[in-house]
């Protein structure tokens, strides 16, 4: 990860209290307002976790500055590794959009998925997302075509693959 940032592994009593939709107090004094991962991704990570999914794929991460050390935002895998590819998330505070944080993360989350076996990582983006589509780019992903989410939006796919 560049200097500027660093991931921060949730632990499971940090991830029960996020899915209650509760900062963990240990954290709090540290989190930028909208810096933690919401409900739904810490349920999801827990979820994973007691069907025995193993690290990193269950694993949810908060993104700390590192000239303050304040949290800035949260990311990780969005499901277990399936057939060599796994799809990744992240979201950044208002306040600390436009440092770079999201890239960093998103260069930090390749690195870990390639390093535990992946062959491919996945973002998807909503097409006027521009400043997700920056950051896809700028990580070194490639647009790889558009589907229609659960909701009924149309997302663009956005791969990198470890041979890249």
């Known amino acids: 990860m560049?200097?500027?940032?660093s991931l921060f592994e949730l632990d499971m009593g940090q991830l029960t209290r996020l899915a209650r939709a509760e900062v963990p107090l240990e954290l709090e004094a540290?989190?930028?307002?909208?810096?933690?991962?919401?409900?739904?991704?810490?349920r999801?990570?827990?979820r994973l976790a007691e069907q025995g999914v193993p690290a990193p794929w269950c694993?949810?991460?908060l993104i700390r500055r590192t000239r303050?050390?304040?949290f800035v935002g949260a990311c990780g895998f969005k499901a277990a590794l399936e057939e060599g590819r796994v799809e990744v998330g992240y979201g950044v505070a208002p306040e600390a959009r436009g440092e770079g944080a999201a890239t960093a993360a998103l260069r930090a989350l390749i690195q870990k998925a390639f390093e535990a076996g992946a062959q491919a990582v996945l973002a998807e983006v909503e097409p006027h997302n521009h400043a997700s589509l920056a950051v896809v780019r700028k990580a070194g992903l490639r647009?790889?075509?558009?589907?229609v989410d659960e909701s009924g939006d149309e997302v663009e796919q956005w791969l990198r693959r470890s041979a890249d």
Do not use: H, K, Q, V
Not at 30 to 42: G, N, R, V
């Open 2 to 5: 560049n200097a500027s940032f």
């Open 30 to 42: 540290d989190a930028l307002p909208e810096s933690m991962p919401p409900a739904f991704i810490a």
């Open 44 to 46: 999801l990570s827990l």
């Open 59 to 61: 694993c949810t991460f």
């Open 68 to 70: 303050d050390g304040r």
């Open 143 to 147: 647009w790889a075509g558009c589907r």
